[in-house]
T-cell receptor, first 113, second 113 residues
Framework: GNSVTQMEGPVTLSEEAFLTINCTYT??????LFWYVQYPGEGLQLLLK?????DKGSNKGFEATYRKETTSFHLEKGSVQVSDSAVYFC????????????FGGGTRLMVKP | NAGVTQTPKFQVLKTGQSMTLQCAQD?????MSWYRQDPGMGLRLIHY???????DQGEVPNGYNVSRSTTEDFPLRLLSAAPSQTSVYFC????????????FGPGTRLTVL
């Protein structure tokens, strides 16, 4: 079956630090990959996505590249802000899985001023 | 568009009580789904629907029932609540394509005593 593994948090950084959150996946076919963000007390919002190998998703200064050879989709940001404090979820979706998402366990990011 | 709405926002039940979590979307999406979020486990799929009159089980369906009588609504029923069902519940909807993002509701925080 499909699975997604994320680095455990919490990750605590100072403002303007570089961020990497690792994500690796196992899938039977060719999934689409997603990063979702959950701000305190809210639902999940799509942050970025990539639908095929070597695609780079980007949004709000965050980036992630779909690496089929390493089955990875690591999230990066060059300079984090306090407002980036949230829980980040890596997820995949395959067409033969009812189009439902398989999520990683989530990584909490805390950014201090 | 209101997007995906969920009611109630918070609920406390006693063991053995029943209740229905409501979910509605106004985006005319065919796919709707219910997830539960537990610490360190990400979101796990409970049930999903690929259209009115069609539902199927996800990863953790036991103790939950669903129905889909209209495109807009997808209620989740707990027939006899148990403490193990204490969780945050998210409803989501999406288009048919597997590359498309899922849109999430704000969540319902359920506590079963």
């Amino acid at each position: 079956g499909n699975s997604v593994t994320q680095m455990e948090g919490p990750v605590t950084l100072s403002e303007e630090a570089f961020l990497t959150i690792n994500c690796t996946y196992t899938a039977t076919g060719y999934p689409s990959l997603f990063w979702y963000v959950q701000y305190p007390g809210e639902g999940l919002q799509l942050l970025l996505k990539a639908t095929k190998a070597d695609d780079k998703g980007s949004n709000k200064g965050f980036e992630a590249t779909y690496r089929k050879e390493t089955t990875s989709f690591h999230l990066e940001k060059g300079s984090v802000q306090v407002s980036d404090s949230a829980v980040y979820f890596c997820a995949l979706k395959e067409g033969d899985a009812g189009n439902m998402l398989t999520f990683g366990g989530g990584t909490r990011l805390m950014v201090k001023p | 568009n209101a997007g995906v709405t969920q009611t109630p926002k918070f609920q406390v039940l006693k063991t053995g009580q029943s209740m229905t979590l409501q979910c509605a979307q106004d985006m005319n999406h065919e796919y709707m789904s219910w997830y539960r979020q537990d610490p360190g486990m990400g979101l796990r799929l409970i049930h999903y629907s690929v259209g009115a009159g069609i539902t199927d089980q996800g990863e953790v369906p036991n103790g939950y029932n669903v129905s889909r009588s209209t495109t807009e609504d997808f209620p989740l029923r707990l027939l006899s609540a148990a403490p193990s069902q204490t969780s945050v519940y998210f409803c989501a909807s999406n288009e048919l394509g597997y590359r498309d993002e899922q849109f999430f509701g704000p969540g319902t925080r359920l506590t079963v005593l």
